[in-house]
């Protein structure tokens, strides 16, 4: 399967759910809108002719700019078909929550822990959405643009000396 | 004393906490607190190629009730400094530490917010080791710096003797070889 047969399927399957999409070298993306993201996820996994049945990855980017400041991506990956697929959803700044798609993968689990640890992007609906990486009462996101790279000064306590 | 002293009398005289120090500079126990890349270089250090137990330093216990020297080798997080703080906690004293390598010594290239930027900001450390990672040689010199530290003997710039807990200013550091 092509990825113009891909972009062609799934604009049959779910025309209203596609924002825009691109290839490039060979990878496909495809932007889908936010509240569709779990339907369009169903989707992928479960027609036959697509059957994106791993995932591969879910991140976060911080693109620092007004309006949809943050990206959450998901790299999937169809065992039957060998073909990979990029889903990207935009989120605004001022509400940074995506639906977690735990419930058709449940290989996201820990994917959708670690980009909330690290961006502060929620995932209503995670069964388990702890930190992964910092300590728990670690109150910061550090791969944003606007955390520094040393840190905030005593955000992390050290034990005495 | 005389050496014929010692053939006629049988004994030799000397005071008894030279006696206690030079026991326990030759049978320093390791706690191997490995916890990244700076570890293969230590357990080199316990192959027979550069073979620790000359120095009477071959028996690492991974508990450390059993120890008198930590090992910090490696890339200490701030996660992770509580767990080393907890266990050089357990060791009973005497105890000293030797900081292996440039990310324990001072956070080495992770200059970023989860590295904390050299563990002598939450323990004492007697002796810093330079190298990323140091050789097994290397390691041994900083074994053998903390055995002429602990027998009072005088290191580089005459330092004082005693665990770094007793004199912060008195940890010292093996240059690379």
Known sequence: MTNAEITEKLKTLVPASILSVEEFRGDLTVVIRREDIVRVAEVIKTDPSLAFDLIIDVLGVDMYRPGERFEVIYNVYSLAHRRFLRLKVRIPAEDPTVPTVTGVWPGANWHERETWDMFGIRFPGHPDLRRLYMPEEFEHFPLRKDFPLMGIPDSLPLPRR | MALENLQQEGFLLTRLDEVIKWARKNSLWPMPMGISCCAIEMM??????????????????????????????GTVTYKMAKVVRKIYDQMPDPKWVISMGACASSGGMFRSYPVVQGIDQFMPVDVYVAGCPPRPENLLHALLDLQKKIQGEPQLGGRKAGTAEEGHASATTVQSA
Do not use: K, N
Request: charged fraction near 25%; glycine fraction near 4%.
């Open chain 2, 44 to 73: 080199a250090t316990a192959s027979p190629r550069f073979d620790i137990a000359r120095f009477g330093s071959e028996v690492m216990r991974f508990t450390p009730r059993q120890c008198d020297v930590m090992l910090v080798a």
